[in-house]
């Protein structure tokens, strides 16, 4: 097609793309609000469901966090609309219980009967599986072996991640975790240099 | 207008109008690299990952010298502002030197003076994960800088202003697919190979038209259905079978052939994907026009050990019952040290010979060179296995060195290492490690009574017997450069030290004490007529995870402070 000027069968193509467009945005819109709710970071209220495995997207109970651990990998739920905020890699939330008298004053006043939550994703360069060590309620990030303490605030305690994991405060109600705050801290890692 | 024929046109610019002239109409005065000159580099240049296509990281400069090593001083250093593992040689083309670091940046710097040219920094998806947060360089072409990145694109820079001349996405990262090799230019192809070992890939190398970024070929290095070598998987292993490739590929331009080093089969344990599983723990031959597999040669089959291959075999010819070999020589993962012959029609095996201490081999087939196991030795699942070399194996990554003067193999070896893994089979998810073990019960050791672990190895390729070796406390992850003035260049070491090697006797003739550990391939230049040895010094990746290990079983812990520097090297007068 050449530049001259506005034929005729330029401005019905014009005219069916933006009636057709018009629809598309209906719907984008939809999609776009599903899409900004996936990729929303955890919000207060929202339950959990699991990340991955034999029980992905299943709801995340008191029963499915037993004492001591092992951790759950999971991400959040919006409780109304039952959207999984999976979007993103960095919403996975790791929740385990431990003994509340093992966690300090931070920790366990940001924890649910004892159940704690934190970014999943590591800070080193932002891998997400982790080994749990359960007699020191720390949980050990075998990309390049990062060590955080869950039991204080995931501080870092061994390995090359420089700082800690985005806390997430939690509450119960009905029986399960729900989200009770924001994360504390921006999950994920840097790349550095500027 | 194909790029020789810019090239061709470029140079007789140059000669019309001058150097000065050029550089006048552009912020800096660049020389393209044509194919001939890849073919052929002058001796003043690093032009590629390993200096010459024959991988063999050796510059014919002979200034420094055993004599004078011990007045090396530094001329100049650079920051490059992130941590991680610093693995890239400063490549060099008459005067200008391109150098990556982890987190996707390319630095051009004047190579005599260190002044900064241009610096492009690629913006890294958050959710990106970086397991191995490193990158192995550039390569060149024309005017063009070529980068693989970590988030599995490639992108083309002016050489001379580093602008984004094309960047095509290759895959998708959030499948576990990236990018840390150095690109292989060769007959106006840009090559890459995919990481993802860990993360239950496919594997492949891929061609790119070098001037316009378009995909050309690719090939898996798993067979697909209908293809030879598919029947040598199991069920569905193939999908998920892991084969990366991750390491630049050598190239014999009379055979039109490209030489790459393949990965470990996914997840580790063997009986989790029943077979020989081609072409895993390879080298596989590829023509660079078509992409299409010419020949391979399977240094293990079944892989279970984490022993990737990625190595690429070094074109070194060699002499064998009188008659000249047109060789391939890999000190391998494996502990091996493997001799095959390169030929229009495939690759053949001649010999091979355990260059640290193996457990795992009974014998291997004199005619084949296909290896038997101990069965009691290979992991697997729901048993505890110990294995040595340990999974990080004889070598690792860091490339050997061939000096033609001495005829000498220099090999970055770890001796007394072993692993202990216990297979545990789990579903494969997108994007996720996929190792296959039960990960808290992996643990390294050492060999009873070992003294030490760090070998640099020099090997004969005359006799084919070991000339000497020199020993190293801790683990070694030092790229080798050797010279024309009989040096050996290498660092590796968690004591942060870059040192000199007389290659002909292995004495230590230089050392400095740098920034970090020295994990960079080093290389060697010229400019004005006075020699200059490159490296970058910033430990991270694997040299750290082993540091790391160590640490657990012997109970220390040991600090390599992080941090990437660039160092050039000169003799002072
Ligand atoms: S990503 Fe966790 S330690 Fe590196």
Redesign the interface.
Known sequence: MTRQGWSPARRDVLRLALGAGLGFCAAGRVDAQDAGARRARPQPNDRFVFA???RKNELVTLADLPPDGPPAVTYPMDPATKIVRDE???NQVLLVRLDPSRLNSDTRARAAEGIVGYSA?CTH?????W???PAAGVV?C????SEFDLKNGAQVL???APRRLPALPLRIVDGVPVVGGVFIGRP?FE???? | MSVRTLAVVAAAVTAVLGPAMLAAQSPISYTAVTEQRLLNPEPNNWLMYRGNYAGWGYSPLDQITPANAKNLVPVWSFSTGVTEGHQAPPIVNNGVMFVTTPQQQVFALNARTGDLIWRYKKELPEDLLQLHPTNRGVALLGERVYVATVDAHLVALDARTGKVLWDTTVDDYKNGYYFTMAPLVAKNKVMIGTSGGELGIRGYVAGFDAETGKPAWKTHTIPGPGEPGHDTWSGDAWKTGGVSVWLTAHYDPQLNLSFWGTGNAAPWPGDMHAGDNLYSSSVIAIDVDTGKIRGHHQYHWNDSWDWDEVSTPLLIDFTKDGRTVKGLVHPGRNGYLWRLERQAGGIKFVDARPFVTQEVFTKIDPVTGRPTYDPERKPRAGASVTFCPGLWGGKDWPPAGYNPKTNYLYVPANENLCSTLVGQAAPYEAGKLFLGIDRPKTSMSQRQGATHIGELQAWDMATGKKAWAHTFQDGLWGPILTTGGGLVFMGGTNDRNFRAFDAKTGAKVWEYKTNSGVTGVPSSFAVDGVQYVAVQSGWGVDAQRMQARLDTFRNTKTEVPQGGVIWVFAVRN
Do not use: E, Y
């Open positions: 991955g495995g034999l993103s890699r960095l994703v360069t932002g891998c997400d599986a080994d749990w060590q050990k075998p990309c390049h072996f061994n390995g090359p994920g790349t550095g240099g500027g």
